[in-house]
């Protein structure tokens, strides 16, 4: 059974994170297989919006802890001796860091749908995409500090930005699960949907966006990003060159024609 599915319709390239038995835990295999499908999406012109779920009832229980690299490094550790130390520094050097930065620098929306629990590196992966939509039924959880590990693949950079560094520290230092309303309120997420509805609504939300002007969507994407570490001038001058460039893409022009005559723009995402 492959750990990651991937298939594209309309614009939209849906994966699907497919260990439904074992709550999608990541495995190296299904990290390479996002990584893959990142590299494929940001290569084919004809994918204009990523679409990322979870088979079965949960999202991503994060890191397999019997069959995945952690628990590998952690068994290598164990039959070396008692000293031995497992570098799990080295796994998420080659693994999961390189995952989130293509997945942050895509320049096309990435909508992510939560049908159920995300925990660790499978809450923050959920984070690392642009527009996220929950299951009402849906949690998320940074487990880390269960096993005594601290958050990774962009836990500590997301979650303070997202909602505030007392809430952020909450969440990290007890482990607390936090349901997918209180996540809608406190700004972790888009959008909290009743369960039936969650796919549709996702579905909904990706073909819109790959109908978009996808260009100017990564642009909005690098605006956004840089903003936390600009001051007002530099992100006033970020804004003048990417409104610049987009103002002379083909999109533009017809974003105008259509509002002047008062139709729906067909953008090409140029």
């Known amino acids: 059974m492959d750990p990651v599915l991937v298939s594209t319709e309309a614009g939209v390239m849906r994966i699907t994170l497919n260990r439904p038995d ?142 505030g560094n007392a809430r952020a520290l909450g969440l990290a230092m007890t482990g607390e699960k936090i349901s997918a309303e209180d996540a809608e309120q406190w700004g972790m997420i888009w959008k909290c949907v009743d369960d039936d509805k969650l796919a549709p609504a996702a579905a909904a939300l990706a073909s819109s966006l790959a109908a978009g002007p996808t260009r100017t969507l990564g642009m909005i994407k690098r605006q956004f990003q840089a903003s936390g570490t600009h001051s007002l001038e530099e992100q006033l001058k970020l804004e003048r060159d990417l409104q610049r460039e987009v103002g002379r893409g083909t999109d533009f022009r017809e974003g105008v024609a259509a509002f002047l005559e008062k139709r729906k723009p067909r953008f090409s995402g140029n």
Do not use: H
């Open 22 to 163: 074992k709550l999608n835990a990541f495995t190296p295999a299904v990290v390479r297989g996002i990584a893959d499908a990142l590299a494929n999406a940001e290569a084919d012109p004809q994918v204009r919006c990523l679409l990322l779920t979870g088979a079965g009832r949960g999202f991503c229980a994060g890191a397999d802890l019997a069959e995945g690299s952690i628990g590998k490094s952690m068994a290598a550790g164990a039959s070396a001796g008692a000293d031995a130390q497992p570098d799990l520094g080295a796994t998420l050097e080659s693994l999961y860091n390189p995952m989130i930065l293509r997945l942050r620098a895509l320049p096309k929306p990435v909508v992510c749908a939560v049908n159920g629990v995300a925990a660790g590196a499978g809450a923050n992966l959920a984070l690392a995409c642009d527009l996220v939509i929950a299951a009402r039924s849906a949690s998320f959880i940074q487990a880390f500090v269960k096993i005594a590990l601290v958050p990774d693949a962009g836990g500590s950079w997301f979650l303070p930005r997202l909602v």
